[in-house]
């Protein structure tokens, strides 16, 4: 079983970038495909990018493709975001999740969560 703990997270003026990561321990982490999940209030958690456990594959929404990239340093443990031209929309709670699953760009199948880490983009 892997435990995951997000940072990076803060308060960023609109345009900004900001770097998230999340680091993993007591598991396999070179076995987990991993995926990063932001959830804003009142709404559903969404999939905002995901990463195959090699690094070859990744996926991202549509709604952040060409700002955000996400990568992996399996020898460190950790998962990263990348986000650029931050948006006030970005504003949420940011989580990093890992997945045995095949089916890694579906949340439902992510078994392991962070606490998250807020984001906060000031307009």
């Known amino acids: 079983q892997v435990q995951l703990v997000e940072s990076g997270g803060g308060l960023v003026q609109t345009g900004g970038p900001l770097r998230l990561s999340c680091a993993a321990s007591?598991?396999?982490?070179?076995?987990?495909?991993m995926g990063w999940f932001r959830q804003a209030p009142g709404k559903e958690r969404d999939l905002v990018a995901a990463?195959?456990?090699?690094?070859?594959?990744?996926y991202y929404a549509d709604s952040v493709k060409g700002r955000f990239t996400i990568s992996r340093d399996n020898p460190k443990n950790t998962v990263y975001l990348q986000m650029n031209s931050l948006k006030p929309e970005d504003t949420a709670v940011y989580y990093c999740?890992?997945?045995?699953?095949?089916?890694?760009?579906?949340?439902?199948?992510?078994?392991?969560w962070g606490p998250g880490t807020q984001v906060t983009v000031s307009s």
């Open positions: 999740a890992a997945t045995n699953s095949l089916n890694w760009r579906m949340s439902i199948n992510y078994d392991y």
């Open positions: 007591g598991g396999a982490f070179r076995s987990y495909n």
């Open positions: 990463i195959t456990w090699s690094g070859a594959m990744t």
